[in-house]
């Protein structure tokens, strides 16, 4: 599924236009993205939990010359499945 799927189905169920549900899933995402840049996890019982996790710092290998790089360490998002979401699945 696409975003513009999304936003379809979105607009198709609730009633409204593709620019409104456009609109609010972009809010949605950017408030996803703005509370993880600040640190805070983002939690739909259920559904799962957007938190940021912390890579260490590591040594890697250029995959063409073979040379040693250092890897910095750097924070990364992660999303861990609720519930209900891990048993819709199955």
């Known amino acids: 599924m696409t975003k ?3 936003v379809a189905k979105m607009a198709k169920d609730s009633g409204i236009t ?3 549900s456009t609109k609010a899933l972009e809010t949605v995402l950017s408030t996803i993205q703005s509370s993880l840049k600040t640190g805070k996890k983002v939690t739909f019982v259920g559904f799962g939990t957007f938190t940021t996790v912390e890579r260490k ?4 290998r250029n995959p063409k ?12 998002p992660k999303f861990i499945p609720g519930k209900k979401l891990r048993e819709a699945v199955r």
């Not at 710092?57 to 890697?60: H, P, T, V």
């Not at 010359?65 to 360490?73: A, M, N, S, V, Y």
């Open 4 to 6: 513009a799927d999304l």
């Open 18 to 20: 593709k620019a409104q």
């Open 57 to 60: 710092a590591r040594k890697g």
């Open 65 to 76: 010359t073979g040379e040693e790089l250092r890897i910095p360490k750097k924070k990364v």
